[in-house]
């Protein structure tokens, strides 16, 4: 499963670049393939492990500001792995054929 997920700090203000790092600092440690944009931090694994790092990325900014906002779109497919890469190079395949 990949996860795309963004949370964004309730009451924080506009500059949340330091509360986002917190969050991206949990995806890091958790040591499951990931990669993050300006808009959302991409995890995949499965599910309970996947969610887990999701639940503890919104606790982390949780308790710097008390409260989040979370988007979370996620693509269930059991057995693909490494889909953090091949869809892109999907993608790029088809662009370079034209």
């Known amino acids: ?13 506009e500059d949340v670049g330091e509360y986002v790092a917190e969050a991206v600092r949990v995806v890091r440690a958790s040591g499951l393939p990931n990669r993050t944009d300006a808009m ?18 919104v606790e982390a900014v949780e308790a710097r500001c008390g409260r989040v906002s979370l988007v979370l779109k996620a693509d269930i497919r059991p ?3 490494d889909g953090l890469t091949k869809k892109v190079e999907t993608v790029e395949r088809y662009l370079s054929e034209r």
Do not use: H
């Not at 499963?1 to 203000?13: K, L, Q």
């Open 1 to 13: 499963m990949i996860a795309a997920f963004s949370i964004t700090p309730v009451g924080a203000g």
């Open 79 to 81: 057995g693909v792995t």
């Open 40 to 57: 959302f931090t991409s995890v995949e694994g499965e599910w309970d492990e996947v969610m887990d790092v999701v639940k503890r990325a």
